[in-house]
């Protein structure tokens, strides 16, 4: 897998260089550690992509055949949404959790500790990806809009409307805000702004997720999921760096 090599490549080349700032930095970066975790990550994110890949479209006539009795009682509101506009925010959200981090190059020491950090980043997304993608390739559970009415039939007609649970929008951005949130508090466990930190790394998940609903692209099982799901690897995963979980 490229991803794999890119992840293996990046601990060589900065394997190197990590111990000079081990007097600044809470992180260790071992071979023994962290090799399974980019394996698991690399290896995690081919399987997805394979399984992805055997992911069949509904057909016109299972579309027709879609009874609402089926969902969930506590999911089942959500069927009567449709808004791509809202669906767009979503994205931009997204997008902008992925950036997120970067916002930690403000910090002296964490810029010395660029390359181990960048390592952890691309761990936490490669593991959280191929658990998101996994998951959703073997549940196929239809996505709400697809009981709409009022959505075009050829909305429907996708492979990825058999992909809602979990919410892969939600727990990317949920991963990327919990581990800047976790990061900034290993390296600033005095901070007077870690109460803001970690609630702006909870609330902008929470925007991203409440938008999947509205825009009738995910259930709220779905976004609740895939939110404990992402914060849990965007906070373990740089705690395993850190020596201690809890």
Known sequence: MNIQRFLLLILICFGINFN???QLSP????LKKDLPLAGVG???LGLAFLLQ????????????????DNVLKFDRW?????????AKASDIGFYASAAIPLLLMADKDMRNDAGKL???????????????TITKALVKRTRPYAFNPNVPLAEKLHADTRMSFYSGHTSVSA????????????YNPNSKYKPLIWAGSAAVPA????????????YPSDVIIGYLTGALVGVLVPRLHRGQLF
């Not at 959500?78 to 809202?86: A, E, G, L, M, Q």
């Not at 925007?207 to 995910?218: A, T, Y």
């Open 42 to 44: 690399g290896l995690g």
């Open 207 to 218: 925007f991203v997720g409440l938008c999947r609903i509205l825009s009738g692209k995910h």
């Open 27 to 30: 992180y260790s970066l071992e």
């Open 53 to 68: 890949d055997k992911v069949e479209p509904l057909t016109e006539a299972q579309v027709a055949q879609l009874n609402i």
């Open 20 to 22: 000079a700032y081990s």
């Open 175 to 186: 991963s990327f805000c919990f581990m800047t949130a976790q990061m900034f508090s290993d």
């Open 118 to 132: 960048g390592v952890i980043y691309l761990e936490v997304f490669s593991i959280n990806a191929a658990l998101t």
């Open 78 to 86: 959500s069927t009567r949404n449709w808004n791509p506009s809202i």
